[in-house]
């Protein structure tokens, strides 16, 4: 399958503090998404982006969908602590049968 | 979205064993999805479940280990069987409504085989 890399794999923040974290592949997507998975709980979409150079915005989180197609970044603004949990993204491609692949994840702490 | 609820929430379970694991759905979707997602890992999809037809999977899964049933446009169940400790994992129900559209998630079921 494909492989999407995410960075950085984990992160220590102070609440307040804003967050970074992109998702790079070696194959072209026609949609990104965003996820956060709480501890117990299955994923939930945050962000979905539909065209290359999009700029999106859900409260306090803005994801980008990159130019080249090949990468995407979520950033989170002002950081409370139930942003806690994993964030994963997602690429999703218009061929072949399985066409949504997961990346590897990053865990986030905030510290209050 | 679509409210999608799974049963059991999680399990302890004896190696040899099987469980079944129910998804269903509030309303009418046109795809529904399962993946196991192992510890600390991301999601991996064993299977596409389709309506009145034997489920597609994916590499590294066989019907005979994940038997998926899907009825209608609103229920699915996954049956891991044979359980072995490297089955521990969590397992989750996705839909969609189309087969390239975004996927959304029950809250899965965690399953430990002692």
């Known amino acids: 399958g494909q492989q999407l890399n995410q960075s950085p794999q984990s992160m220590f923040i102070q609440e307040g503090e804003d967050v970074s974290m992109n998702c790079t592949s070696s194959s072209i997507f026609n949609t990104w998404l965003w996820y956060k998975q709480d501890p117990g709980e299955g994923p939930v979409l945050l962000i979905a982006?539909?065209?290359?150079?999009e700029l999106t915005s859900n409260g306090r989180l803005t994801a980008q969908f990159g130019i080249t197609r090949k990468d995407s970044f979520l950033n989170i603004s002002a950081s409370i602590p139930s942003d806690v949990g994993i964030y994963f993204c997602?690429?999703?491609?218009?061929?072949?049968?399985?066409?949504?692949?997961f990346g590897t994840g990053t865990r986030l702490t905030v510290i209050p | 979205s679509a409210v999608i609820s799974q049963k059991p929430s999680r399990d302890i379970c004896q190696r040899g064993t099987s469980l079944t694991i129910q998804c269903q759905v509030d309303s009418q979707v046109t795809m529904m999805f399962w993946y196991r997602q192992q510890p600390g890992q991301s999601l991996t999809l064993i299977a596409t479940a389709n309506q009145g037809s034997e489920a597609t999977y994916e590499s590294g899964f066989v019907i005979d280990k994940f038997p998926i049933s899907r009825p209608n446009l609103t229920f699915s169940t996954l049956t891991v069987s044979n359980m072995s400790p490297e089955d521990s994992s969590i397992y989750l129900c996705?839909?969609?409504?189309?087969?390239?559209?975004?996927?959304?998630f029950g809250q899965g079921t965690r399953l430990t085989v002692v």
């Open positions: 996705s839909v969609g409504q189309g087969p390239r559209t975004e996927a959304f």
């Open positions: 982006l539909y065209k290359a150079g």
């Open positions: 997602a690429g999703l491609t218009l061929t072949g049968a399985n066409n949504l692949f």
